[in-house]
């Protein structure tokens, strides 16, 4: 089983990146999902959660610019980025916090980075 982030670039402030995190392997569901980030020299800080039942969550600083949301058939989570802000520049990743496999649950498993750059 493998999440697999793509999306990033670089945008201007005030623009929009959406990103996606799709899921590969012997997958049943995405449960609970969640994108974190981290800039340079800072600590990984989470993003935005979405849980199976549809409940979401997400930093104060991204709240109303931000929206996560979830394709059950093609097993992808979705980061969509707007009202983008310097600050905003990090890695980003998805974490499958709960997956449901063919052979049992998942826990704790991290995609790789992909870069978001917004400039001034």
């Known amino acids: 089983v493998q999440l697999q982030a793509s999306g990033g670039g670089l945008a201007q402030a005030g623009g929009s990146l959406r990103l996606s995190c799709a899921a590969s392997g012997s997958i049943v569901s995405l449960d609970d999902m969640a994108w974190y980030r981290q800039a340079p020299g800072k600590q990984r800080e989470l993003v935005a959660a979405?849980?199976?039942?549809?409940?979401?969550n997400y930093a104060d600083s991204v709240k109303g610019r931000f929206t996560i949301s979830r394709d059950n058939a093609r097993n992808t989570v979705y980061l969509q980025m707007n009202s983008l802000k310097p600050e905003d520049t990090a890695v980003y990743y998805c974490k499958g916090v709960r997956l449901t496999t063919s052979f049992g649950s998942e826990h704790g498993l991290w995609g790789q980075g992909t870069l978001v750059t917004v400039s001034s």
């Open positions: 979405i849980t199976t039942g549809g409940g979401r």
